[in-house]
């Protein structure tokens, strides 16, 4: 074996378990990539310790001969929007700078308790607002993808989980938590050419996840192959108390039902995503999708889904006024940056501080939220929004009783320069037009790597599916993966 | 409909967000050029429809009316900026 970290989680948590390697070997070799990579940004904290001692607990598991949890010893990356106990937890953000919580999220305890150790918080857009992770108050990450041809310009991860992708993409953890509110796992996944799902509203807990929109938000897993995810998946989804969305059902077993054999399963096409405009190269990728899947056994058929393009304003109401109130928590009183001049009274405490804690994007989008929610545009904005995505989620039915999944490409691009969208908001926000219907629908969808662009840069397909149906979306993109042979990755430079 | 700069400073001062003169000025037209295009949803005709409330259809779950996680003073005052005696201290509101 070359490298251990060439191995994904499938690879390391069986060759922990036959004691093919040890798991600190596993947590070591992963450390040191860790500690190598700077020059991408993708960490805010670093956790060796964590992982060793995850590692520690595998070895000492194995040496007795007793039955190992399902991760143990596989090190991960955490976002840095999931409270982790006494680790630093700043959803990127200033004004959360220092705070360490003294709780971790459900998300994060279940992955410790099937024996994985923690290699670091990932870094990602300032409170998850942000498609290319320029939103950090900790600096951008860098994707360690490059353009062919000599062409050195810096390159969004995608976002926000952007921390999330390029450790995945670098090889610098097997898999990572994402999360995702209006394609936050899927978008970054598609960008590096790794795989991510984003389950059914629900599956997983929100508990400690830092919130941003929470009628949308949901936590996901991100690694190299659709199998790891599935793994990863079976490890953070489960009923939650804490959380009031949480839902009461078992969670399926994923890995051990996973088959790439599509024969009998309907296949939508929506038309809506032919989008004007649309790179000739994505919609090629989308054409070879659809063989790929037609070889897997799947019949396909177009579908109609015709509120798609209301998606994203609705989404653009719905996201910032969730995120206006939900970030009201932060006024320097209970946690976090407190700015206080000389003689200032309580309201001036909490604009001073909230004004150097947030960023730009986060402020914009407060501001939003705020119009929009505010008397007199109420329901102009927010109840039209809320009406309009039951349209959107109708949409989704009826094409699901014709078909059994929907397959479209993830983004309209493939990653662009860091800089380049950032001056233009909307711009930005376009970015998300084929992952923001799903998520206002609260049906699980999945990114996988599908080819390359004449770039070089990775293009990725998405698979949307029925509430609930995760084993149908992830054995699409099984299916997808195994004609794709998708196997390109990034030249090390950093 | 337009924001103007007035209306940027309304709305930040109800979010709690301090912001200059320039400030203003600069997130006028930004928010203009956002809310515009948010406004073609008022193409669609929503007459019959009920807005979404929930994605899932799913009923809000009660538990018993007992403390569950009580008698933490302490953690949770640990990340407040300020804390005196077991309380968040904050500037002087009543003079």
Partial sequence: MSDITDLGVAALRDGIRTSKFSAREVADAFIVKVSRAKALNAFIVETPEHAIAAATAADEAVAKGETLKPLAGVPLGMKDLFCTKGVQTTAASHILEGFK???????????????????????????????????????????????????????????????????????????????????????????????????????????????????????????????????????????????????????????????????????????????????AEILALWDRGIEWVKDAGAEIVEVSLPHTKYALPAYYIIAPAEASSNLARYDGVRYGLRELAEGQNLQGMYAATRAAGFGEEVKRRILIGTYVLS???????????????????????????????????????????????????????????????????????????????????????????????????????????????????????? | MSVDTATVKKVASLARIAISDADAERLAPELNNILGWIEQLGEVDTSSVEPMTAVIPNSLRLREDVVTEGAQRDAVLQNAPQGEHGFFTVPKVVE
Avoid: H
């Fill in chain 1, 101 to 279: 919580p003294v709780y971790e999220s459900t998300v994060s305890q279940k992955l410790w308790d099937a024996g994985a150790g923690m290699l670091g918080k990932l870094n990602l857009d300032q409170f998850a607002m942000g498609s290319s992770n320029e939103t950090s108050y900790f600096g951008n990450v860098i994707s360690p993808w490059r353009r062919g041809g000599g062409d050195n310009a810096p390159l969004a991860p995608g976002g926000s989980s952007g921390g999330s992708s390029a450790a995945i993409s670098a090889r610098l953890v097997p898999g990572a938590t994402g999360t995702d509110t209006g394609g936050s796992i899927r978008q970054p996944a598609a960008f590096t050419g790794i795989s991510g799902i984003k389950p059914t509203y629900g599956r997983c807990s929100r508990w400690g996840v830092v919130a941003f929109a929470s009628s949308l938000d949901q936590a996901g897993p991100m690694a190299r192959d659709v199998k790891d995810c599935a793994i990863l998946l079976e490890n953070m989804a489960g009923f939650d108390a804490k959380d009031s969305t949480s839902l009461n059902l078992p969670v399926p077993k994923w890995e051990e039902l996973l088959s790439g054999d599509l024969r009998g399963k309907k296949i939508g096409i929506p038309k809506e995503y032919r989008l004007d405009g649309t790179p």
């Fill in chain 1, 375 to 494: 008397a007199g545009f109420y329901d102009a904005y927010f109840t039209q929004a809320s009406k309009v995505r039951t349209l959107i989620a109708r949409d989704f039915e009826n094409a699901f009783a014709v078909c059994d999944l929907l397959l479209t490409p993830t983004a309209p691009s493939a990653a662009f320069a860091l800089g380049d969208k950032s001056a233009d908001p909307l711009a930005m926000y376009l970015n998300d037009v084929f992952t923001v219907p799903s998520s206002l629908a609260g049906l699980p969808a999945m990114s996988v790597p599908g080819g390359l662009d004449a770039g070089g840069l990775p293009l990725g397909l998405q698979i949307i599916g029925r509430p609930l149906d995760e084993q149908g979306v992830l054995n699409a993109g099984l299916a997808i993966e195994q004609r794709a042979g998708f196997t390109a990755r990034p030249e090390q430079w950093w």
